[in-house]
């Protein structure tokens, strides 16, 4: 009777634990810490340059992560044009495992958001960020700290509620 009840009680401890809580609210060990050195090439093609950890300081920076295989990052890329058009922000985009020709053919069908786009080919400077799925959106402070992560794609209800108050506090600063 022991073993069963020591069973039951797992069980329920990690039914419990699979389905309370929000999912899209996973802590980054990143919050609040200077953004991790790197430095990426240009996306082959484009005409814009890449970037590095130093260009991410003296403005507020948001830094997507995406990549032309990726179908959410289709879904939010009309909300990163939007973005995109805010004077007071730059936005990156750091292009993730993905081919050059994919990715040109993808801004060239949606458009084109960013300031700089540098191309993660082997995908190492997405695990010093601590990117584990794409899309994701990084807030960087005029520090070169990043301030926030935002997980999954960026819908218009999102940007409103979750992702530009954020942004606010950045620029507050």
Not at 142 to 167: A, H, N, Q, S, W
Request: hydrophobic letters at 40%; aromatic letters at 10%; glycine letters at 10%.
């Amino acid at each position: 009777m022991l073993p069963l009840g020591l069973f039951v009680a797992l069980a329920l401890l990690f039914w419990f634990g699979l389905f309370s809580g929000d999912k899209s609210k996973i802590p980054s060990a990143l919050i609040g810490k200077p953004v991790p050195a790197f430095a990426l090439e240009p996306l082959e093609g484009t005409g814009l340059p890449g970037f590095s950890s130093g260009t991410l300081k003296d403005q507020v920076t948001l830094v997507n992560v995406w990549a032309s295989w990726c179908v959410p990052c289709r879904e939010e890329h009309p909300q990163l044009v939007e973005l995109g058009k805010d004077p007071r922000i730059k936005l990156y985009g750091l292009n993730y495992k993905d081919k050059a020709d994919n990715a040109r053919r993808f801004l060239e069908r949606f458009g084109n958001p960013y300031v700089a786009i540098g191309a993660d080919q082997s995908g190492r400077t997405g695990i010093d960020w601590g990117v584990y799925g794409v899309p994701e959106t990084f807030v960087i402070g005029r520090d070169g700290t990043i301030r926030y992560k935002f997980i999954g794609p960026i819908m218009p209800d999102t940007l409103k509620t979750t992702l530009m108050p954020e942004v606010e506090k950045a620029l507050a600063k």
